[in-house]
């Protein structure tokens, strides 16, 4: 059975984030432009990304046919042996996150999920279990990229941020679902934060992180072992509109970034 975790540690650390806007397609048909253009997208970035993100939420304001495609163009990623995660950030009691767990690793073997900590471990734990069972992995919100992440994320909690607090919880369960160098369990540090991304590398060893904020939100490219840098208007919607040959450009001009020799001082 295809495992997440090897498929996705043995190709280039760029994720392509499919967050699908009607309004920048023209004309009419915008389901049919949207399910056209991430296929040509998908296809013509497979052998330069680790993985395809879809975030749900943009597929859900297209209604039932918008959710409909999201899963359709998981089953076509399958097809092109691309690594699916499912950007949900579902966290809620244990039993409907079994049942969550089962909509999207079990439904979907050897894919990802991003899960919201907040409930609690006996909430994350089915993820985990699921995960396991499906060679699939789930990526724990830690530290978010957004601008107002510090409100809850950076409070003190016993002489510490509480975004260290969950990175201990995500470290401990790494050790429990390690899959040889790396883990079941990662994390999900914004690209925004590079300070915070260099500081939690080193506290979830075992943990590979989905780097969400290149480029739209002004994340830069950044190196480190076990990092996958996430993009979505920067990659699919580059300069603003669909256009798939302005999208290979810009990934290769990302990977070029991240083979180029470090200037000193930086990481
Ligand atoms: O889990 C995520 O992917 C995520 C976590 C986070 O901290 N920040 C963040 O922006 N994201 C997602 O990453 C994508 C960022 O989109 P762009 O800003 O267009 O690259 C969106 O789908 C967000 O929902």
């Known amino acids: 059975m295809w495992d997440f975790v090897e498929e996705v540690t043995r190709r280039p650390p760029l994720v392509l984030g499919v967050d699908p806007r009607p309004a920048w397609h023209p004309g009419k048909d915008k389901l049919g432009q949207i399910r056209r253009y991430s296929l040509e997208v998908m296809e013509a970035l497979a052998p330069r990304i680790a993985a395809v993100k879809f975030q749900a939420a943009f597929f859900e304001a297209l209604g039932p046919e918008g959710y409909a495609l999201m899963h359709e163009l998981a089953a076509a990623a399958r097809v092109m042996a691309l690594p699916v995660i499912w950007d949900v950030k579902r966290g809620d009691i244990g039993s409907t996150a079994q049942a969550y767990a089962q909509a999207y690793l079990e439904a979907y073997p050897g894919s990802a999920v ?17 995960a396991a069972r499906s ?10 990229s957004n601008p107002g992440s510090g409100m809850f994320q950076d409070l003190e909690v016993a ?8 990175a201990e919880a995500v470290a401990a369960w790494s050790e429990r679902y390690a899959v040889g160098r790396w883990s079941r369990v990662g994390a999900v540090v914004g690209g925004t934060y590079p300070e915070r991304v260099r ?25 480190g072992e076990g990092l996958l840098l996430s993009a979505s208007r920067a990659l699919y919607y580059p300069g603003g509109r669909p256009d798939v040959g302005v999208a290979l450009r810009q990934a290769r ?15």
């Open 114 to 130: 991003t899960v919201n900590p907040y409930l609690g471990e006996d909430a994350v734990a089915p993820f985990l279990e699921a």
């Open 135 to 144: 060679r699939g992995m789930v990526f724990v919100l830690v530290k978010t």
């Open 159 to 166: 002489g510490r941020p509480l975004y260290r607090v969950v």
């Open 199 to 223: 500081e939690l590398r080193e506290g979830m060893p075992r943990s590979l992180f989905l780097v969400p904020g290149l480029g739209a939100q002004g994340g830069a490219v950044l190196r």
């Open 253 to 267: 001009a990302y990977l070029e970034a991240l083979r180029a020799p470090m200037a000193e001082g930086s990481s």
